[in-house]
């Protein structure tokens, strides 16, 4: 295997063989992608992207794209014959096909830390065994453990575990007779049921893990979801009480390391009414959370990736700005798609489209970061442009 390692050999920009520049590959064309392309064209790198999607908002801006299955083994040889190192832009990239690439060319997150990320119940087991406190759960994959499901887990919310996000994959279930309707809705395979929690708030943390261990993060960001997709990001002085975001960035932090992580990887938590803090889940890559970094901090999520996957001094970022982030889904499109002008218009207003050819409800076709100085100026923004495009107030 080549790339980057502990003992610090990286990969630089035009250090690629017969004098070419580097080439670093991401699985994955969707905005996670494109956002990882431009952060590392930025630094100086060529990109490959393997998607199968000829208008792949990664691959429409990429040096390359290999239109393939993630699982196509030419494609897979495209991409290593190409590539020096290689990233995932999502979770659910096959991890055999991460295995494969890892046996040839630096992979990173690798396909071990990947597979758990997948897997609901091997996650939630991930997190017990690193001592991070997670809701009631168990799992269901037959009959006999749908019978014996304690009546402890209800209200709850039955989960698949594999394939599910942004609300999808999962069925609320107020009692014991609506878990085997909910278990047949979801196909009856291996799921995991969960207690439903009351919240008070959501937050994740997003770090950045190198080869070397150093792990470095990002404040706190608080989040608010409208059914099932992050809609609201806000990132400022006091969003978090601080003891609160200490134990937050503490148990992110040994989740990466307990992994033996590399890449960036964020958490997602529940704080309770009663102020304590429960583990929700964790995505290995950059997250729609972090967003905000690209404006707001000298060092965006995505340079931290092409860093990490590079074998390149992961340095603390720092946060110059507060910042809120909204997302932009397919919904604003109709009739028609949103006149950005009055909300440009505004101090501090960012505006990142992923270049997707076609809107549909729920989609996400973009954000919008608001910056400024500080958190009064900033909530007055970011609220004139929600009422501007016609976003729900928050």
């Not at 295997?1 to 990286?10: K, N, R």
């Not at 392309?37 to 999607?53: E, I, S, W």
């Not at 943390?205 to 099932?228: E, F, M, W």
């Not at 997302?327 to 505006?351: I, K, M, S, T, Y």
Request: proline share 5%; charged share 15%.
């Amino acid at each position: 295997m080549s790339g980057p390692d502990a003992a610090g050999t990286s990969l630089l920009p035009g250090t690629g063989t017969n004098g070419q520049q580097t080439t670093l590959g991401v699985m994955g064309g969707g905005q996670l992608g494109r956002m990882f392309v431009q952060a590392a064209q930025r630094m100086g790198y060529f990109t490959a992207v393997l998607d199968p999607d000829v208008a792949s908002p990664a691959g429409l801006i990429s040096h390359y794209h290999i239109r393939s299955d993630y699982s196509d083994q030419q494609g897979l040889a495209q991409l290593i014959a190409r590539c020096a190192a290689i990233t995932t832009e999502f979770e659910n990239v096959p991890a055999p096909a991460l295995l494969s690439l890892g046996a040839q060319r630096h992979v990173a997150p690798g396909a071990d830390a990947v597979a758990v990320a997948q897997d609901r119940a091997l996650e939630k087991r991930h997190f017990a065994w690193c001592g991070v406190p997670v809701a009631a759960w168990t799992l269901i994959e037959t009959r006999a453990q749908l019978d014996g499901a304690s009546d402890e887990l209800f209200p709850g919310i039955l989960k698949t575990c594999r394939l599910g996000y942004d609300g999808k994959g999962q069925v609320r279930v107020a009692d014991r007779g609506a878990l085997a309707p909910a278990w047949a809705e979801l196909g009856g395979g291996r799921c995991v049921l969960e207690k439903q929690l009351a919240l008070a708030a959501e937050c994740s943390v997003i770090v950045a893990r190198g080869a070397d261990g150093v792990c470095v993060n990002y404040p706190v960001q608080s989040n608010l979801h409208r059914n099932g997709i992050l809609a609201v990001t806000s990132v400022y002085d006091g969003n978090i009480p601080s003891e609160l975001a200490a134990q937050a960035i503490a148990a992110t932090k040994l989740v990466a390391e307990k992994l033996q992580y590399v890449g960036v990887l964020c958490v997602e938590f529940f704080v309770l009414e009663d102020g304590s803090l429960v583990v929700n889940e964790m995505a290995p890559r950059p997250h729609n959370s972090g967003h905000y970094s690209i404006d707001a901090c000298d060092v965006s999520q995505f340079e931290l990736q092409v860093r990490a996957l590079a074998g390149l001094p992961l340095t603390q970022p720092r946060q110059h700005s507060a910042a809120l982030m909204l997302n932009l889904l397919g919904d604003l499109w109709e009739p028609r798609a949103p006149d950005f002008a009055q909300v440009l218009a505004l101090p501090g207003a960012h505006l990142h489209l992923y270049g997707k050819l076609q809107a549909r409800v729920g989609r996400k076709m973009g954000h919008l970061t608001l910056t400024a100085p500080g958190a009064g100026e900033l909530l007055e923004s970011a609220h004139t442009a929600a009422k501007l495009l016609g976003i729900a107030a928050f």
